[in-house]
């Protein structure tokens, strides 16, 4: 499987780091299938646009979470992950909350929209992708092919 990681820097071994805010499904190196995502995660940075390529071999040792969608499942989990709760995996891959669809979830935990409301609005969104490496056993599945700068 090819995957892509859009950054400021050319990232020829990716490391597990703890730092920042609290994301969709935790702390990790965050990557996508999604090409053109790539992209857009790469023109965020100030200074320098990369998307760096991957390959990734699965291990099926490893302890992995997928969500082929949103469902109740992801949002509650999603939830936990962004108030700072941790989880046994090694990989989660599933949908992304950009910034629109992470404001419906706040609307949701909150209270201020029910669970039904938050779905009526996000099911609208396109599609997205996003495959965290949450340990260095994770991360030995991918090995670095390639950059290129936008």
């Known amino acids: 499987m090819i995957l892509y990681h859009g950054t400021n820097t050319i990232v020829r071994h990716p490391e597990v780091r703890v730092s920042g805010y609290n994301k969709d499904f935790g702390f990790g190196f965050y990557c996508t299938q999604i090409e053109r995502q790539a992209r857009r995660w790469a023109l965020t940075k100030r200074t320098r646009h990369i998307v760096c390529v991957y390959e990734h071999i699965p291990n099926m040792e490893l302890r992995m ?26 990989i989660v891959e599933g949908p992304m909350a950009d910034d629109e669809v992470w404001d419906y979830v706040e609307d949701f935990l909150s209270g201020r929209i029910s669970r039904e409301a938050f779905w009526a609005l996000a099911r609208f969104k396109r599609p997205t992708h996003q495959i965290l490496f949450c340990t260095d056993r994770a991360l030995d599945t991918l090995s670095f092919k390639s950059f290129y700068e936008l």
Do not use: I, K
């Open 65 to 90: 979470m997928t969500f082929q969608q949103m469902t109740d499942e992801w949002l509650d989990f999603v939830a936990a992950c962004r108030h700072g709760e941790s989880h046994p995996y090694d």
